[in-house]
């Protein structure tokens, strides 16, 4: 389930990328107004994935099609949420380190099949590409912000607003330029790491992002996370800095400032990790 102190890294498709009855839909539904936008959106994704987790569980529900819109350069994109993926998820997430009594009890087993079913389809990226299975075009991180999604974006592209009844800081960029830095990424990381568990997870980003439509554009979210860190700390982030010139230090081979820059990092997000301690 989304949480209300979570970061999103979220990719918006042109409505071209949508086969005809789609694009109808989702260009009525721009035309009409009707999308929350990034104040409200995800607290009703919230509140749409408990509702439905307390509707008895005797099939997966259906859920009406919501998105973010986007309007980038005179065209409009779109960010679908995917809330059928989310219940999904979150019916898989309270079987977990539960006994199997209770567990069955509230997700039996015939629905908790339905659901690891709908989960594998969104996140095979064979059928995706392969069938058309809908993309996963929002991942949501909670208490923090994955560092490799730093990769994916960079400083100048920082748009930050923290005054007004909202607090803002977020990146958005042509998935183009995205992908780009995700690939010399994982070329800089493979050479110098090798099949660590940093690699694989840009690796993996990095086929997500091939998924989508090529004139799209990749977001980066502090969501919640803005409402826990002092104006100063936010002013002052430079966390894709950090993740570039550790890259580019692994690439000139010199360890000591790479390792310089990722403990500069893990010890900023570190704060924010244990605030989830405390909650």
């Not at 839909?25 to 995800?42: C, I, Q, T």
């Not at 929002?138 to 994955?146: K, R």
């Not at 230090?249 to 820059?261: H, I, K, Q, T, V």
Request: net charge negative; aromatic share 8%; proline share 5%.
């Amino acid at each position: 389930m989304p949480s209300l102190f979570a970061s999103y890294l979220r990719v918006y498709e042109p409505l071209t990328a949508f086969d005809r009855e789609r694009q109808v839909f989702w260009r009525e539904y721009a035309r009409e107004g009707r999308d929350l936008g990034l104040v409200e959106g995800p607290a009703r994704q919230r509140t749409a994935v408990l509702e439905a987790l307390g509707a008895g569980w005797t099939r997966l529900p259906d859920l009406p099609d919501e998105a973010y819109v986007l309007e980038w350069d005179g065209a409009v994109l779109v960010c679908p949420w995917n809330l059928r993926l989310r219940v999904a998820e979150a019916a898989l997430n309270a079987r977990d380190g539960v006994p199997a009594v209770l567990a069955d009890a509230f997700v039996p087993p015939v629905l908790a099949g339905q659901a690891k079913a709908v989960v594998e389809d969104w996140r095979s990226g064979a059928k995706v590409l392969e069938q058309g299975v809908p993309r996963v075009h929002e991942q949501i991180a909670t208490w923090g912000v994955p560092l490799r999604w730093f990769a994916f974006v960079d400083l100048e592209e920082r748009e930050i607003a923290l005054s007004g009844r909202r607090k803002v800081l977020r990146y958005r960029t042509e998935i183009s330029k995205a992908r780009r830095r995700a690939h010399r990424a994982v070329s800089v990381l493979r050479k110098s790491l090798g099949d660590a568990p940093i690699t694989e997870a840009v690796e993996e980003g990095t086929r997500w992002l091939e998924e989508f439509h090529p004139r799209s554009v990749v977001e980066l979210d502090y969501g919640g996370l803005v409402n826990l860190l002092p104006e100063d700390s936010l002013t002052g982030d430079d966390s894709p800095g950090l993740v570039a010139a550790g890259l580019s230090a692994l690439s000139r081979g010199d360890a000591e400032s790479a390792s310089e820059a990722y403990e500069k990092l893990v010890a900023r997000w570190r704060i924010v990790q244990l605030l989830e301690r405390c909650n």
